[in-house]
Protein backbone atom coordinates (compact mmCIF):
# COMPACT_ATOMS: atom_id res chain seq x y z
CA UNK A 1 0.00 0.00 0.00
CA UNK A 2 2.91 2.12 0.40
CA UNK A 3 3.70 2.30 -3.48
CA UNK A 4 1.90 5.23 -4.74
CA UNK A 5 3.87 7.29 -1.67
CA UNK A 6 7.35 5.84 -2.38
CA UNK A 7 6.38 6.50 -6.34
CA UNK A 8 6.07 10.11 -6.00
CA UNK A 9 8.67 10.64 -3.55
CA UNK A 10 11.04 13.75 -3.97
CA UNK A 11 14.03 15.50 -2.59
CA UNK A 12 12.18 19.16 -1.58
CA UNK A 13 14.63 22.23 -1.58
CA UNK A 14 12.98 24.10 1.16
CA UNK A 15 14.65 27.63 2.88
CA UNK A 16 15.55 27.68 6.30
CA UNK A 17 16.57 31.03 7.79
CA UNK A 18 20.47 30.81 8.00
CA UNK A 19 21.34 30.52 11.57
CA UNK A 20 19.00 30.32 14.38
CA UNK A 21 20.07 27.54 17.03
CA UNK A 22 18.82 25.15 18.14
CA UNK A 23 15.99 25.48 15.35
CA UNK A 24 18.37 26.05 12.58
CA UNK A 25 21.98 25.10 12.00
CA UNK A 26 23.88 25.50 8.74
CA UNK A 27 25.18 21.67 9.31
CA UNK A 28 21.61 20.55 8.35
CA UNK A 29 20.20 19.89 11.64
CA UNK A 30 18.31 21.74 13.88
CA UNK A 31 15.08 21.37 15.82
CA UNK A 32 12.86 22.80 12.41
CA UNK A 33 15.09 21.18 10.20
CA UNK A 34 14.42 18.08 12.13
CA UNK A 35 10.62 18.10 12.69
CA UNK A 36 10.30 19.29 8.75
CA UNK A 37 12.20 15.97 7.47
CA UNK A 38 10.82 13.72 9.92
CA UNK A 39 7.10 15.12 8.78
CA UNK A 40 7.97 14.67 5.09
CA UNK A 41 10.03 11.27 5.44
CA UNK A 42 6.59 9.39 5.98
CA UNK A 43 5.14 9.97 2.20
CA UNK A 44 8.78 8.98 1.15
CA UNK A 45 10.25 12.94 0.56
CA UNK A 46 14.05 13.49 1.00
CA UNK A 47 14.91 17.49 2.50
CA UNK A 48 17.93 19.61 1.07
CA UNK A 49 18.21 22.43 2.91
CA UNK A 50 18.42 26.29 1.24
CA UNK A 51 19.73 28.87 3.65
CA UNK A 52 19.08 32.69 2.35
CA UNK A 53 17.69 36.14 3.56
CA UNK A 54 14.40 36.03 4.06
CA UNK A 55 13.90 38.97 1.10
CA UNK A 56 15.76 36.40 -1.13
CA UNK A 57 13.93 33.49 -0.42
CA UNK A 58 10.62 35.07 -1.12
CA UNK A 59 12.12 35.50 -4.57
CA UNK A 60 13.21 31.88 -5.04
CA UNK A 61 9.65 30.75 -3.92
CA UNK A 62 7.48 32.77 -6.26
CA UNK A 63 10.03 31.90 -8.84
CA UNK A 64 9.26 28.10 -8.24
CA UNK A 65 13.05 27.79 -7.65
CA UNK A 66 12.44 25.99 -4.27
CA UNK A 67 9.60 23.61 -3.30
CA UNK A 68 9.00 25.52 -0.07
CA UNK A 69 9.93 27.61 2.82
CA UNK A 70 9.82 27.14 6.46
CA UNK A 71 9.33 29.44 9.90
CA UNK A 72 6.53 31.35 7.82
CA UNK A 73 2.75 33.01 8.28
CA UNK A 74 0.29 33.39 6.89
CA UNK A 75 0.76 37.03 7.04
CA UNK A 76 3.90 37.34 5.00
CA UNK A 77 2.13 38.23 1.79
CA UNK A 78 3.47 35.20 0.14
CA UNK A 79 1.06 33.54 -2.05
CA UNK A 80 1.81 29.66 -1.03
CA UNK A 81 0.22 26.67 0.53
CA UNK A 82 0.58 26.86 3.80
CA UNK A 83 0.55 24.15 6.10
CA UNK A 84 -0.51 23.38 9.70
CA UNK A 85 1.24 25.17 12.86
CA UNK A 86 4.25 23.01 13.81
CA UNK A 87 6.32 25.41 15.50
CA UNK A 88 6.55 27.99 17.41
CA UNK A 89 8.66 30.91 19.05
CA UNK A 90 8.16 32.06 22.60
CA UNK A 91 9.83 35.36 23.03
CA UNK A 92 10.93 36.73 26.33
CA UNK A 93 11.99 39.83 27.48
CA UNK A 94 15.32 39.02 29.67
CA UNK A 95 16.92 41.29 32.21
CA UNK A 96 19.64 41.21 34.59
CA UNK A 97 18.73 39.85 37.85
CA UNK A 98 21.05 42.21 39.43
CA UNK A 99 19.32 44.92 37.96
CA UNK A 100 16.10 44.29 39.78
CA UNK A 101 13.97 45.99 36.88
CA UNK A 102 10.74 46.03 37.51
CA UNK A 103 8.97 44.44 34.28
CA UNK A 104 4.81 44.27 34.52
CA UNK A 105 4.24 44.70 31.32
CA UNK A 106 4.94 46.11 28.13
CA UNK A 107 4.14 49.17 28.78
CA UNK A 108 7.46 49.09 31.35
CA UNK A 109 9.93 48.58 28.75
CA UNK A 110 9.46 52.63 27.04
CA UNK A 111 11.87 53.96 29.28
CA UNK A 112 14.62 51.25 28.93
CA UNK A 113 17.21 50.29 26.81
CA UNK A 114 15.73 47.20 24.31
CA UNK A 115 17.37 45.17 22.10
CA UNK A 116 15.19 42.88 19.80
CA UNK A 117 15.68 40.66 16.88
CA UNK A 118 15.10 42.04 13.54
CA UNK A 119 11.88 42.63 12.76
CA UNK A 120 10.47 42.06 16.21
CA UNK A 121 8.34 45.27 16.40
CA UNK A 122 6.38 43.50 13.16
CA UNK A 123 6.56 40.71 14.34
CA UNK A 124 5.49 40.91 17.94
CA UNK A 125 3.72 44.19 17.05
CA UNK A 126 0.62 45.21 19.17
CA UNK A 127 1.09 47.04 22.38
CA UNK A 128 4.94 46.07 22.22
CA UNK A 129 5.51 47.63 18.23
CA UNK A 130 3.30 50.86 19.92
CA UNK A 131 5.37 51.36 23.15
CA UNK A 132 9.07 50.33 21.19
CA UNK A 133 8.12 53.09 18.05
CA UNK A 134 8.13 55.76 20.91
CA UNK A 135 11.44 54.54 22.48
CA UNK A 136 14.66 56.44 21.59
CA UNK A 137 16.58 53.48 22.99
CA UNK A 138 15.34 50.71 21.30
CA UNK A 139 17.07 48.87 18.48
CA UNK A 140 16.65 45.77 16.36
CA UNK A 141 19.59 43.61 15.26
CA UNK A 142 20.14 40.48 13.24
CA UNK A 143 22.93 38.85 15.06
CA UNK A 144 21.19 37.02 17.94
CA UNK A 145 24.32 35.76 19.48
CA UNK A 146 25.06 39.99 20.30
CA UNK A 147 21.91 40.55 21.35
CA UNK A 148 22.69 38.09 24.20
CA UNK A 149 26.15 39.05 25.03
CA UNK A 150 25.19 42.79 25.37
CA UNK A 151 22.41 41.48 27.89
CA UNK A 152 24.82 39.54 30.06
CA UNK A 153 27.35 41.97 30.21
CA UNK A 154 25.05 44.76 31.36
CA UNK A 155 25.45 46.70 27.62
CA UNK A 156 21.30 46.90 27.67
CA UNK A 157 18.25 46.75 29.98
CA UNK A 158 16.66 43.94 27.85
CA UNK A 159 16.88 41.51 25.41
CA UNK A 160 13.75 40.51 23.32
CA UNK A 161 14.34 36.99 21.99
CA UNK A 162 12.76 33.74 22.00
CA UNK A 163 13.79 31.48 25.00
CA UNK A 164 15.80 28.50 23.43
CA UNK A 165 17.10 31.12 21.17
CA UNK A 166 18.81 33.12 24.43
CA UNK A 167 19.51 29.73 26.13
CA UNK A 168 21.65 28.58 23.15
CA UNK A 169 23.72 31.26 23.33
CA UNK A 170 24.18 32.14 27.13
CA UNK A 171 25.60 28.28 27.43
CA UNK A 172 27.55 28.99 24.17
CA UNK A 173 29.34 31.87 26.00
CA UNK A 174 29.45 30.16 29.25
CA UNK A 175 31.37 27.65 27.33
CA UNK A 176 33.28 29.79 25.40
CA UNK A 177 34.37 31.68 28.77
CA UNK A 178 32.64 34.82 27.27
CA UNK A 179 30.22 35.05 29.86
CA UNK A 180 30.23 33.79 33.96
CA UNK A 181 27.81 31.41 34.74
CA UNK A 182 27.42 33.55 37.92
CA UNK A 183 25.25 36.02 36.02
CA UNK A 184 21.77 35.52 36.66
CA UNK A 185 18.81 36.37 34.02
CA UNK A 186 15.31 37.42 34.22
CA UNK A 187 12.85 35.97 32.55
CA UNK A 188 9.51 38.02 31.55
CA UNK A 189 6.64 36.20 30.02
CA UNK A 190 4.98 39.25 27.93
CA UNK A 191 4.45 37.67 24.83
CA UNK A 192 2.25 35.11 23.47
CA UNK A 193 3.95 32.38 21.50
CA UNK A 194 4.41 32.94 18.01
CA UNK A 195 3.17 29.99 16.04
CA UNK A 196 4.89 28.86 12.34
CA UNK A 197 4.04 27.31 9.64
CA UNK A 198 5.62 25.58 6.85
CA UNK A 199 4.79 27.10 2.61
CA UNK A 200 4.60 24.80 0.13
CA UNK A 201 4.25 25.71 -4.15
CA UNK A 202 2.76 22.15 -4.45
CA UNK A 203 -0.30 21.37 -2.60
CA UNK A 204 0.04 18.12 -2.53
CA UNK A 205 3.28 18.33 -0.63
CA UNK A 206 1.63 20.93 1.96
CA UNK A 207 -0.62 17.69 2.52
CA UNK A 208 1.95 15.21 2.86
CA UNK A 209 3.92 16.92 5.42
CA UNK A 210 0.64 17.89 7.17
CA UNK A 211 -0.37 14.45 7.61
CA UNK A 212 3.44 13.50 8.76
CA UNK A 213 3.21 15.93 11.08
CA UNK A 214 0.30 14.28 12.70
CA UNK A 215 1.60 11.07 12.73
CA UNK A 216 5.28 12.14 14.09
CA UNK A 217 3.16 13.99 17.48
CA UNK A 218 1.24 10.98 17.74
CA UNK A 219 4.26 8.53 17.82
CA UNK A 220 6.80 10.55 19.97
CA UNK A 221 8.71 11.69 17.61
CA UNK A 222 8.13 15.20 17.59
CA UNK A 223 8.44 15.39 21.17
CA UNK A 224 11.63 13.62 21.02
CA UNK A 225 13.42 16.04 18.77
CA UNK A 226 12.89 18.62 20.79
CA UNK A 227 14.22 17.01 24.01
CA UNK A 228 17.04 15.59 22.32
CA UNK A 229 18.37 19.17 21.18
CA UNK A 230 17.46 20.22 24.79
CA UNK A 231 19.32 17.73 26.64
CA UNK A 232 22.78 18.33 24.27
CA UNK A 233 22.54 22.15 24.71
CA UNK A 234 21.00 23.32 27.75
CA UNK A 235 22.03 23.13 31.64
CA UNK A 236 18.58 21.69 32.86
CA UNK A 237 17.10 22.98 35.85
CA UNK A 238 14.86 21.16 37.82
Do not use: C
Not at 59 to 79: P, Q
Not at 104 to 113: A, F, I, M, N, S
Not at 148 to 161: P, S, T
Request: glycine share 8%; aromatic share 14%; no cysteine.
Amino acid sequence: MFWPAVASARDLKIIFSSYTPPYVFESGEGIVIDIVKAALKSSGHTVTPVYVPIGRGFEMFAEKRVDGTAIIRENSGLTANYSADFMQYHNFAFTLKERNLRVRGVEDLGDKTVVAFQNASKYIGGAFGTAMVNNPHYKEIANQETQALMLLLGRIDVAVMDEGIFRFYREKLVAEGRIDRKVEYEAFNLFEPTPYKTAFVDPKMRDDFDRGLVAIRQDGTYDAIYRRYIDRYFEIKR
